[in-house]
């Protein structure tokens, strides 16, 4: 009876040692848990003050920077503006569209069956800085021989049987007029006389104008535009 007595005791007294490491480790686990915890608040904090340190030292040297600039603006002689001479016919940008609508004004048809060679390039200012150059006249001399879906299609003299280039590239011409002309005159509501077609064999001519009266190159839409104009049936 005493012996048993001795063993109940016995393992009454290991639970509790055991339960006494269990709790002991338990709160060494947790007291380095907090000291982990605490370190890391403490690193945030500190990279966090490290940081506002140097938004300040930035926030400082750029008020620096800004005082010694006024300092400098200030102590600085005042000089009078030196008055330009601004080039002749120079187009404002709120004159642009008056421009425009000038030039559209102006388009007219072409009555002569013969345009000869006039070309000349006048430089158009529209500001300071940008112009464009615009061409008026050809290099060849050209004649009148169709009118096709109401323009007047001119052929270089310089080619012969002018008429059968009419003949031969009658789809380009159909699809030049429907694709691209048309749509175009119809954006700038140009009356359908004051676009003409002409063609030659040389040079790099893609249109041009003469005294109002606007000319596009077949040639160079052929070899530019022709084929993909031709493979969209919407665009026709």
Do not use: W
Request: charged residues 30%; negative net charge.
């Amino acid at each position: 009876m005493s012996s048993n007595l001795l063993v109940i005791v016995d393992r009454a007294l290991h639970q509790k040692r055991v339960q006494r490491d269990l709790l002991e480790a338990r709160s060494v686990e947790a007291q380095k848990k907090t000291q982990k915890e605490a370190q890391k608040e403490a690193q945030k904090e500190a990279q966090e003050e490290a940081r506002k340190e140097a938004r300040n030292e930035a926030r400082n040297e750029a008020q620096e920077e800004a005082q010694k600039e006024g300092q400098e603006v200030l102590s600085a002689p005042l000089a009078m503006p030196i008055p330009r001479n601004e080039p002749e016919n120079v187009a404002l940008a709120s004159d642009i569209e008056k421009i425009i609508q000038t030039a559209i004004d102006a388009c007219r048809s072409e009555n002569s069956s013969v345009i000869t060679n006039q070309q000349r390039i006048a430089t158009v200012k529209e500001s300071l800085k940008d112009g464009y150059c615009d061409i008026m006249g050809t290099e060849a001399n050209l004649d009148l021989v169709d009118i096709i879906q109401g323009y007047k299609v001119y052929v270089a003299r310089d080619i012969q049987n002018p008429k059968q280039v009419v003949v031969s590239k009658q789809a380009a011409l159909d699809r030049f007029a429907s694709a691209i002309i048309t749509p175009l005159r119809d954006v700038y509501k140009l009356p359908a006389t004051s676009f003409h077609i002409f063609y030659d064999n040389k040079g790099d001519l893609m249109a041009f104008n003469r005294a109002g009266s606007l000319f596009v190159n077949l040639r160079h839409y052929e070899i530019s535009h022709d084929t993909d104009v031709g493979a969209d049936p919407g665009l026709i």
